[in-house]
């Protein structure tokens, strides 16, 4: 941690002098923040400025990585209700809209295109990604050919936010083979030059010696991030997402150190912090009774030096709570802030299993459905539905309705024991959980509770 590194608190105070921009200190051009009404009508969504082009970009940004589907089996995008989403969410202030070639089975560039070209093409920021994940499409031809696709698909002639994906994930020689070695970087920096790509980025996860040669590049003046999207929540903010012991707060604080405007994503850890412990819930809505769980979540990451804050919204419902948190945003404030971070102590210690359902391990060779398992297990915990004493009366009761609700979650063919810990799973997490391992723990617990020995 960096000497200079700012707390959350300090910025907490600091925002409460200012209704309009916000000053961060150390900073002299910040992404800052409109004056906006108090009441909530169409039109009231908090927007935040881009300091590198002038974008005014709503703090609520769209996540195109869990569009809404026809049905769960053949994955086709629904696109009726696409259309109708991004409607509602244009006409009520947001305009980022976050997609990749590799989201939706490859779809979601397609949807987004047919959606958002419906619409004036400068009321709408579009950024999505170089996902050259694959061996065969980390050649510069494999690689350009993606990046000329992803124009096609989304009906335009220029990207405005374009990113380096998962940068981290599979250490520093994947992240020099995807985008140096190939020439890749000097491509986008031209393009970047020629308009094409109006701001350059990249997203991060795992290995934080990527992190920061890529900021040491930026320091001296190699190449400029005109952003960074990383993963922050109040569980990160002091908890590491990942094997590496890095906080979301570090992360934080070192783009704000250099001025960088932060996107960030998994606000809601891939819908853990909307399903949260019973407990948390309760405390909760004693607070803020007339406002989502979720809502908690998403105010915490619109901290100042945020550009936009990413939730993927599958249903419309998604999309009205979301755009209600943000229209206008009301700041976390001091006693919030604490009350946050003693949630979180107490969410890290129930156990869930760090999945945020991205989905980037899958498909699995022999067929388990990865997510589905732990969705299923860190629900059942976050429910209190973990019968574990047989001499609780309601032990039988809690035993079936656990077992019953995960044959109706998760296909039989498709449950923990199908897992032969193949390791094949391991480099794609972007949260470097250890699957094999937690497929076994939700394995081992389901037999017991078959066997009547939990």
């Known amino acids: 941690m960096k000497d200079n590194n700012i707390s959350r608190r300090s910025f907490i105070r600091i925002s409460s002098l ?49 569009l809404p589907v026809v049905d769960a089996d053949s994955g086709v995008i629904d696109q009726e209700a696409v259309n109708e ?68 698909l989304f009906k335009t002639d220029y990207i405005d936010y374009y990113l380096l994906h998962s940068v981290g994930n599979g250490g520093l020689e994947n992240m020099h083979r995807r985008y140096f070695d190939n020439g890749m970087i000097d491509f986008m920096k031209e393009q970047r030059a020629k308009g094409v790509i109006r701001n350059l980025g990249f997203s991060f996860h795992g290995d934080i010696a990527c992190f920061n040669e890529l900021l040491e590049m930026h320091d001296r003046g190699d190449i400029h991030w005109d952003f960074v999207q ?13 094997d590496n012991g890095i906080t979301a707060e570090w992360l934080y604080n070192e783009l704000v150190r250099r001025q960088i405007p932060a996107v960030i994503m998994e606000p809601l850890l891939g819908g853990r912090l909307a399903n949260v412990p019973a407990t948390v819930f309760t405390k909760m809505k004693e607070r ?6 979720a809502s908690w979540a998403f105010r915490f990451a619109a901290m100042p030096g945020v550009l936009t804050v990413l939730s993927g919204m599958t249903y419309m419902e998604h999309v009205k709570d979301n755009i209600a948190t943000y229209s206008p945003l009301q700041d976390i404030d001091e006693d919030e802030h604490l009350f946050l971070m003693t949630s979180a102590a107490a969410i890290v210690e129930n156990g869930e299993i760090p999945c945020t359902a991205c989905a980037y391990c899958m498909p699995c060779p022999y067929g388990v459905d990865i997510p589905g398992n732990f969705a299923h297990f ?25 077992l019953v609700s995960y044959d109706r979650s998760v296909e039989r063919m498709r449950q923990a024991d199908r ?32 066997q009547n020995k939990a």
């Open 288 to 293: 803020r009774s007339d406002e989502s769980v």
């Open 230 to 242: 990383i993963q922050l929540n109040y569980i990160n903010w002091e908890h590491p997402a990942e």
């Open 419 to 450: 897992c032969i810990a193949c390791g094949s799973c391991l480099s794609a997490c972007p949260q470097s959980i250890d699957i094999p391992a937690q497929l076994a723990r939700v394995d081992k617990y389901t037999e017991q509770l078959k």
């Open 85 to 152: 989403q991004v409607d509602y969410a244009l006409e009520h202030g947001v305009n980022y809209f976050d997609s990749s070639p590799m989201y939706c089975k490859g779809k979601s560039e397609e949807a987004m295109g047919i959606a958002l070209s419906r619409h004036p093409r400068d009321s709408y920021y579009i950024a999505t990604k170089l996902s050259n994940f694959a061996p065969e499409s980390q050649s510069a031809e494999a690689s350009e050919a993606m990046f000329r696709r992803s124009l096609e």
């Open 18 to 66: 200012a209704a309009g921009a916000i000053a961060i200190a150390g900073c002299t051009k910040p992404a800052t923040e409109s004056n906006e009404p108090a009441h909530k009508q169409p039109g009231d969504m908090t927007k935040r400025t881009n300091p590198n082009t002038g974008d005014s970009v709503s703090v609520l940004g769209y996540g195109c990585m869990r």
């Open 378 to 402: 860190n629900k059942c915990i976050a429910d209190d539905n973990m019968p574990h004493d047989r001499r609780d009366p309601d032990y039988a009761r809690a035993r079936r309705a656990y």
